[in-house]
Each structure stands twice: as C-alpha cells, then as structure tokens.
C-alpha cells in the first residue's frame, strides 16, 4: 500500500479522534447553555479567530508555505532548509503578533462587522466583545502551530497535527467542567478555555521540531526571496483555500440578525457536516498536497495527474454515501448528540433543516479539499482566487434573494436558506475548479470514472430504501425516545446503513482488486514517508 494510503489513514484516524471529541464538546455546550444569546455570542467570538485561523494559518499560508518548503527540501541541502525556516518564523511570527495586538483592541469593531445585528442588544454585544478579546490571541498561537505542522508534514510526520485539535476540545470541556461554575458569566470560561488551548498546541509542536532539526533562531527577513515568494502567495490565496469559511461568516452576518438562536442552530449543523469533512476530505488534502508539491517540483505531470485522480475517486465513493445520509438522518442526528438541557425540541428542529441544507453541499465541500491542493502545489493562487470569488457572489446573492422574502412573509426558518446558499456556492467552485484543471491539461482523468459513479449511485440508492426506513421515522419520535433508546436506534441504522452501502457496492463490482486499482503504482512512496 502506498504511502499516501498509510498517511491518509492516520491523518483520518487521529482526525476522527478529534471530531468524536469535537462532538462530546458541542453536547456539553448545548446541554449547558442551549441556543440562547450568551451562546449565539460565543460563537460569534470563536467564530471570528477560527475563521482568521483558516485563512491564514490552515488555508493561505499552509498551501502557500508547503510547496515553497518541498521546492527548497527538493533542490537545496539542509542549512539552506534550516535557513528557509527560520526566516518565515520570523517573519510570519512577528506580522502574526501585530495582528494579534490590533485584534484585541479593535474587538468591539469585529463585533461590529461580523456580527451588525448584535449592535441592538448591548448585553449581548458587550458579552460578544469580552469573550473575543480572550479568543483573538488564538489566530496568533494557531497559525504558528500550522506553521510548525506544515514543516511536520513535508518531512512526513502527519500523526501530531492532526492529533493537536484534541487539546483545543479537552480544553474547553475542562473550562466548562471546572473553571464555568466560578464565573460570574460562566459561558465565559470557554473564551479562556480557546485561549489555553492555543499556547498548549502550539508548545506541543517544539519537541517534534528539535528531533527533526527544524528549531532555528528566528528573524525578521521580510526582503528574503522566499519569504516573498510566500508571502506572494498568500495573498491571493486568504480567498482561494478559504471560500466555504467566508460563505459561512456571510451566514453568520445575516444570521445576527434574524431570531434568537439562528447562529446556533447554523453551528450545530455545520458542526455535522464538518465532521465527515474533516476525516476524509481535509485528511486527503492534507496528505496529497507535499507529494503534488514534490511531483510538481520534479516536474513528474504523470504523477501529478493520478494523485489528484485517486483523491477524486476516493472522495466520491466516501462523500456521496455520507452526504445522503446527513441528509435523511439530520433530525436524529440532532436529537442524539444535542437533546439534553437547554437544547431544546425547536432546537433540534431548527438545526435539523439547515443540516439538511447543508449536506446538499458535503460532496462539492469535500471535492474543493481535493480540487484545491492542484493549483497550490504548482504555486497558482490566482485560479481559485477567481473561481472563489464567482462562490463568494452566488452565495450572497442567494443568501438575499432567498433570506428576504422569507423575512417579509415572517417565515420562523431563515437561516436554512444561509445554509442552502452555502451549498449552491460549494457546488459552483467544485465544478469550476474541476473545469479549470481539465482545461489547462493539470488533471486528465483515468479510466473507468462512468461506470464508478453508476456503481455509486446505485448503491447510495439501496442505501437511502435502508435509512428511510429505519432511521427517518418522524422527529417527535426520536425526541420522545430517552437517550438510550435514540443512540441505540440511530447506532443500528448507521450500521445498517454502512453495510448496505459497502454490500452494494461489492454486488455490482466493486470488490477487492477495483478498490486495490485505486492504489496506484504512480503512487508508491516518493520520497515521504508515513509516520
């Protein structure tokens, strides 16, 4: 098995490590304060530095920094690598600094921004405000720990990263668990939690740096050719590996101002979709992007070319079962992880319909993850800077043709057409970035695509008779069932689910040496190992 497959597989495995404890987290939150105002401004206040933390740390410089970093691993020795390094530390660390100062002073005018509606309600605005100034310093700690993970990544040690959000989850169920109950607002300990969980992950990265020698003195090098080169990139690049995020800070911004609640019901949902996202789709961009980076590099096309085709086909045959299924088991979903406290029944519903929405989008969102690592490994940040902002306009232009009329006629779901706009949105950069790679001759697709997607389709048909009929009963039934009785039902279904897909799949030809045909000999071990 290649050393893409081991690599993905350990990406995805510590991944799902991350999201299990991601999904304990959100249950704690919801089971502890509901979807009430304190809540909807703590999401707002996470929501601002996480997506800062995705264009710059895990979107922009990530996908700027790695392909640089492989050229300089691929044609210079290793003082020049060394030199390389701790040049963009320096840098990146000093810039990162300074917006991390203007960050926090300049909270109430985030607030402002990202969140107008909460302007009308000052205690909500004001809470908003406190808990972003505890949450802001995190954009800072997290984009130096995605730039310690991206020096892990080219050298092939993929396990730490993936594993690092863990502490940001066990951080804020510890903050709620000991620290909430002595607050005078005890929804503030998560803010302090996020913090703590940023100087921990980023310590974590130190000692895996040492081993591998890539610890070297810091300094500002903002002239340094490379350090350009990145920065260069970067630019354009803060849209290009970031659209879903922006599309979805546009919800949260017309969401403020629709009824109480709406933020979080956006989350929750989202948090769904975000993790089969996580495990498959951000688990494969993560691992294919250095060895595109070497092949382009190399100026192996071939190589290129069957790496992103077996990114592909192995995003569809996960992504579209898993996108049907959060489709038709959204309410229970919901109703399992989230129904306890001060979630309630209209929660669950509310937050089921927008998950509904938002798994139309699942597929594009993972095919984006894929798509998008092919124009940064060849240092091209321009293409998905023009194709994402065409996404950037529909889902806006959605979002107000949809949201507004739905207002005047008092319709008590707006938010599910911010989330069906997200979904249209992810649908036009998949297949505008899929149509720009054909074009430029960057992806030809192999063999036998058609009669995999009519194997797909047909089992994801058997599969969609079995959920419907074992899991989407009617949502007052699930919320009628206790706790027990719903995680046992929804867990049967699930697997029932899994084994009709997979059975399916096997009947109509696709056994052991069709799924071995996706391991394929181009992609042996290129130079990165899996560790």
Known sequence: MSSL???????GAFTFVSRVTGFLRDAVIAQTFGAAAGTDAFFVAFKIPNFLRRLFAEGAFSQAFIPVLAEVKAQEDGPAMRGFVGKITG???SLLLILTIGGVLAAPLLVTLFAPGFVSDPAKFQI???MLRWTFPYVGLIALTALAGSILNVFGCFALPALTPVVLNLSMLAGMFWLAPFMQQPIMAL???????GVVQLGLQV???RRIDMMPPSRWAWRDTRVRQVMRLMGPGILGSSVSQINLIVDMLVASFLATGSVSWLYYSDRMVEFPLGIFAVAIGTVILPHLSLHHANAASGAFSRTLDWALRLVCLVGAPASLALFLLAGPLLATLFYYGEFRAHDVQMSAWSLMAFSIGLLPFMLIKVLAPGFFARQDTATPVRIGLYAIAVNTAISVVVVMPM???????????????TSLAGVVNALFLLKALRRAGIYVAGAGWGRLAGQILIANSVMGVVLWNLGSADLDLWLARTSTQRFVWLAASIVAGIAAYFSTLWLVGVRGAALRALWHPALQSDGISSK
């Open 407 to 421: 207002a005047w006629f008092s319709v008590p779901a707006m938010h599910v057409g911010l989330a069906m706009a």
């Open 5 to 11: 497959v081991k690599s993905t597989s350990v990406v």
């Open 128 to 130: 908003a405000v406190d």
């Open 191 to 197: 803010a302090i939690a996020v913090f703590i969980a």
């Open 91 to 93: 840098t990146f660390g």
């Open 207 to 209: 000692p895996f740096l």
